[in-house]
DNA sequence: ACACAATTATGAGTAATTCATAATAAGGTG
DNA sequence: CACCTTATTATGAATTACTCATAATTGTGT
């Protein structure tokens, strides 16, 4: 009992995440609850963190089951799965509108950004070769105040 | 001598490739001449592709070193990486625009799309949490044309 | 509480790529 | 032109990020 985040939030959050899986079909499951946790308390995490959280709870979770849990959570649409150059997939538990991502190529870092105009697909492409466009992802790349900063430091 | 293409466009392509690769302060070698003419020969190929069509020429050319060919030809800036989700990464020699790409989610076939403002970055983001964007690209997904014919017919 | 399908665990396997080190070859120099 | 230096490529092994087949377990409706 030494937390001081009330269990109250979390239970609620975890009735929330209960209600979602059995509107999609899914049996509630401690891996799947653990799983969601973990991507919402560490959005854009890839597999290797979100095993390192849940096995906060669940000590014997086998990094396997986490892969399988994650990609039935993408495919049931609970989590989007945003893959970055340089980088294995990462989640999110931010799937409602179709928002975009800045990384930074110094240190990598993650950021959410707005989408241009707000509903998918927000941009209208020119010429696509007769192709009907439904999505379009935007990867922003540049580079961080942080990373700035210390480049700039550094002249 | 059955070829029906004149050796002499080859020969100037590679000369090309041949002043690019010095102005880059890179040597000019066999393998790499071979690659760039693969990928220029077909666009968004990957690495296994690249192989293939090298070793029509280079018999005995090895699948790292079309990798290390590859990845440094990427970094000096005389080819592009392409990453879509579900495949190897691609490549492709037209890097002076800042185009993007649209990916059959059906079949995988990848075509060019034009950047919509037509520089780089063509998008301006909202929030950026500070960070400076150099890039935006974007990757488009949807159903081409021969995809969606296919669907219908099996109605 | 039971049954049965959904889910997770287990152990192995794979694709794509990278790494360390040795051999080779490009291109400037004498 | 032969030589030397360093860039480049070859070789063989290793790694990362996942995926797969099958067995064990666990939700959930009845």
């Not at 000590?59 to 399988?68: A, E, H, N």
Request: glycine share 4%; aromatic share 2%.
């Amino acid at each position: 009992m030494s937390s001081t985040v009330p269990d109250t939030e979390r239970a609620a959050r975890e009735a929330r995440w209960a209600e979602s899986l059995r509107g999609h079909g899914r049996r509630v499951t401690r891996q799947r609850l653990a799983v969601l946790e973990a991507v919402e308390h560490a959005p854009h995490a890839v597999a290797e963190d979100v095993v390192d959280a849940v096995r906060a709870e669940l000590p014997d979770i086998t990094v396997q089951s986490v892969y399988v849990v994650l990609s039935d959570l993408t495919e049931s649409g609970l989590l989007r799965r945003i893959e970055v150059p340089q980088s294995p997939a990462r989640y999110e538990t931010r799937v409602a509108d179709n928002h975009h991502h800045a990384v930074c190529s110094s240190c990598g870092r993650i950021e959410d950004v707005d989408c241009a105009v707000g509903h998918a697909p927000c941009l209208t492409p020119s010429d696509t070769h007769g192709m009907t466009i439904q999505v379009a992802d935007v990867l922003y790349q540049g580079i961080c105040a942080d990373c700035r900063t210390a480049a700039q430091a550094a002249d």
